[in-house]
T-cell receptor
């Protein structure tokens, strides 16, 4: 099946620890995104990547880091510098190309809780 | 700057009835895409419907249809014959076509409750 997978589904972190959230897609999409969603809120963009080995900061990048070594993978690391990391994290990829095909698809999300 | 506004934080509808969710956006672009996403309690974001700005015809997907008013910058979602499974958060989103990287801009969401 084609799609976007995120792991783990639930993640618990102690204060001061770095954690990495996995995002993998087999849709052959070039662009990938990380969003943060707080309870009852909309989506806020953390980082995005247009192509392999290139990524850009979004609106709330402080305390987060990413890598894009492979087209299929876009892991997000939540560092100890992120002061309030408890949230729901969504990964997405974007189908691009000919007119009429631009669409963003989402993974199932990871819920991160800081203990 | 692009902005997307959903002015209805929460709405309710009786099962089998019709409901309309509102969305307005602000852009100086002429060509762009608009989307409605559904986020049920599972929190998986699901694409409901998309609209290309250059198409005058309103998009339709089964019970879901949009009323796209380009001059008014309005993009409402109509759900006909509401079902209990339609209970979810609904997000309106905007993006410009790719070429240069373009972000997706999301509204703050409307929580829809379908009552039996």
């Amino acid at each position: 099946d084609g799609g976007i997978t995120q792991s783990p589904k639930y993640l618990f972190r102690k204060e001061g620890q770095n954690v990495t959230l996995s995002c993998e897609q087999n849709l052959n999409h070039d662009a990938m995104y990380w969003y943060r969603q707080d309870p009852g809120q909309g989506l806020r963009l953390i980082y995005y990547s247009q192509i392999v080995n290139d990524f850009q900061k979004g609106d709330i990048a402080e305390g987060y880091s990413v890598s894009r070594e492979k087209k299929e993978s876009f892991p997000l690391t939540v560092t100890s510098a992120q002061k309030n990391p408890t949230a729901f994290y969504l990964c997405a990829s974007r189908r691009q190309g000919s007119t009429g095909t631009d669409t963003q698809y989402f993974g199932p999300g990871t819920r991160l809780t800081v203990l | 700057a692009q902005t997307v506004t959903q002015s209805q934080p929460e709405m309710s509808v009786q099962e089998a009835e019709t409901v309309t969710l509102s969305c307005t956006y602000d852009t100086s672009e002429n060509n762009y895409y608009l989307f409605w996403y559904k986020q049920p309690p599972s929190r998986q974001m699901i694409l409901v419907i998309r609209q290309e700005a250059y198409k005058q015809q309103n998009a339709t997907e089964n019970r879901f249809s949009v009323n796209f008013q380009k001059a008014a910058k309005s993009f409402s979602l109509k759900i006909s014959d509401s079902q209990l499974g339609d209970t979810a958060m609904y997000f309106c989103a905007f993006t410009r076509p790719t070429g240069n990287f373009n972000k997706f801009y999301f509204g703050s969401g409307t929580k829809l409750n379908v009552k039996p």
